[in-house]
């Protein structure tokens, strides 16, 4: 982990309230895709907790989604320095993904599959993506994912663009040899019932100092108690216990 | 002798900056950051006699300058803490530590002071008698005079180091409180704990936290704290350890007015992981700003 100041390149919405933001600094201790850093904002008391979605030289691409008093003062930003902690959390293990892996972002959750497919890509594997969102205006950065070289299946619920349905839906129809996902907690359940292979998949959490300091997002699985922040927020599928 | 060195009911600290239990876990996390022996001391993740999951999530809320938590004292238990998490706080940490212990019972509080009493590096046991997120335990102890008064004798009896006792906010009158616990031997007080708080998420219209209430901490309660820190300093005559709101040397400096000998830096951790650091680095300017020669001469020095 490092605390540093980054500098705001560009930020741009992306959809509605998708927005991309691009930072300049010192990326050394942002080590896996699938970690996050913790963004402190001036007036708000905790930091704000966001996925990576890429690292590329020094800059840092986010994607974050304008819901709550943080990160819509974070769309309204155009320059200046942001204090960011790096390298939280483990990321995705890239060593188990065999060769046709599939990577599965819902939302928001997005955006981490991001460097995943590059870095598996890079890596020689054949990588398919699918991308879910609610409708046709929330879909962002399927051409993105196509420039990697992915093959991309994009579904909406409402059908309204791409496969109708659920991601699950398109995956039930894929042959893959690992999965990869991010979204929200009802989606990764879906994801955990349907994939026929092993898996990780990155949790989400309200975090107190996202270092592993506080406790404030332990969860319980099969081999022990784990704090989302430190030991997550991916975990494999072996090792997940559902709360309810 | 430094001029930021204070005395701990007999230990000398080398400045009085102490990360407060629960926002600093056994010190390695940190240890990643800084070297940690910088502080004057700090007081680890509070220990219960059994393991603890602790409460369900979501266990923290934000508020304007703090944050709410009902974390609920997850901790691995005496046992393992002694085996495998003081072994790997020696590594990082070459002073005596405060070793904070919650209870459920009487002779819980007993048992678990008694095993830490035993640990070399274990230099003061702060006493919790009021943690406000678990049922049953807890803040009860520290809201009743007799029952704060029962745990500290049980608590001194079978220990030989400094007890501290850290008391509650959440109470009517914190110093008749103080007092009993003095009168049962108390080495020491140290306070303020979180303020009972609650949030509500407008749109689901349900509390934040999954437990509803929690500890409010942050900058927004040090007034309270300080107000606090200063009826119990002048009521008794053990030596006080003031908490609640710090987040600056200034803010030590006020709390040490106030009456504190040495001051916990809680929830300022958890949002600038450098903090204690930085108070430490800061403190001598901020001294000679005001004409303060040494910190151990201004203790309890309001006017």
């Known amino acids: ?244 | 002798m430094g001029r930021l060195n204070v005395n701990l009911c007999g230990i000398e600290l080398s400045n009085p900056v102490i990360p407060a239990s629960g926002t600093f876990g056994y010190g390695y996390e940190y240890a990643e950051l800084y070297d940690i022996n910088c502080l004057g001391t700090f007081s680890f993740k509070g220990t219960t006699k059994d393991p603890r999951f602790g409460n369900p999530t979501p266990r923290i809320a934000e508020c304007s300058s703090g944050m709410i938590n009902a974390v609920g004292l997850q901790n691995p238990g005496v046992e393992k803490v002694v085996s495998e998490e003081l072994p790997k706080l020696k590594m990082c940490f070459n002073k005596p530590v405060m070793a904070n212990v919650s209870g459920f019972s009487v002779p819980d509080y007993a048992y678990t002071c008694e095993m830490l009493d035993k640990e070399e590096q274990v230099g003061w046991l702060e006493v919790n008698v009021s943690c406000p997120n678990v049922h049953g335990g807890g803040m009860s102890f520290g809201t009743d005079p007799k029952a704060a008064a029962e745990v500290t004798a049980a608590v001194k009896k079978v220990t030989t180091k400094p007890v501290i006792v850290k008391l509650s906010p959440n109470v009517t009158d914190i110093v008749s409180i103080a007092k009993a616990c003095e009168d049962a031997g108390a080495d020491g007080i140290s306070l303020i704990n979180t303020m009972l708080g609650m949030r509500i998420d407008l749109r689901t219209r349900k509390p934040i936290i999954a437990n509803k209430m929690g500890g409010f901490s942050g900058s927004a309660i040090f007034p309270v704290a300080v107000r606090m820190v200063y009826q119990v300093a002048n009521a008794v005559k053990v030596p006080v350890v003031g908490m609640g709101g710090v987040s600056s040397a200034e803010d030590v400096v006020e709390m040490m007015l106030a009456g504190a000998t040495a001051v916990e830096v809680g929830a300022a951790n958890l949002v600038n992981p450098f903090i204690c650091r930085d108070i430490i680095e800061d403190l001598p300017r901020v001294m000679d700003q005001y004409g303060i020669n040494t910190l151990s001469e201004i203790i309890g020095g309001v006017k």
């Not at chain 1, 998708?18 to 007036?43: C, Y």
């Not at chain 1, 690292?55 to 320059?79: C, F, H, N, P």
Request: aromatic residues 10%; contains cysteine.
């Open chain 1, 1 to 244: 982990m490092k605390q540093s100041y980054f500098e705001i390149i560009s930020n741009t919405a992306l959809t509605e309230n998708v927005f991309k933001m691009e930072l300049r600094g010192d990326v050394s201790h942002i080590t896996a895709p699938g970690q996050f850093v913790n963004i402190k904002l001036e007036g708000l008391y905790l930091r704000r907790p966001i996925s990576v979605c890429d690292v590329q030289g020094d800059t840092l691409t986010i994607i974050y989604k304008a819901v709550g008093k943080g990160t819509r003062l974070m769309s309204q930003m155009k320059e200046g320095k942001l204090d960011v902690l790096t390298g939280l959390g483990n990321g995705y293990d890239l060593t188990v993904a065999g060769e046709k892996p599939v990577l599965l972002g819902g939302g928001v959750g997005v955006p981490p599959m991001y460097m995943l497919a590059r870095k598996l890509i890079a890596e020689g594997k054949q990588v398919r993506v699918i991308l879910g969102f609610n409708t046709k205006n929330e879909v962002f950065y399927e051409n993105e994912f196509r420039a990697l070289g992915a093959d991309v299946t994009v579904t909406t619920v409402d059908g309204s663009y791409g496969m109708k349905g659920f991601v699950t839906d398109a995956m039930k129809e894929m042959d893959y040899t690992y999965f990869y996902t991010c979204g929200p907690e009802p989606m990764l359940k879906a994801v955990y019932k349907t994939s026929v292979t092993s898996g990780q998949m990155s949790f989400e959490k309200r975090m107190g100092c996202g270092f592993g300091a506080c406790m404030g997002c332990s969860c319980k699985t099969i081999t022990g108690y784990k704090r989302i922040c430190k030991e997550g927020p991916v975990m494999r599928k072996e090792e997940i216990l559902w709360e309810d």
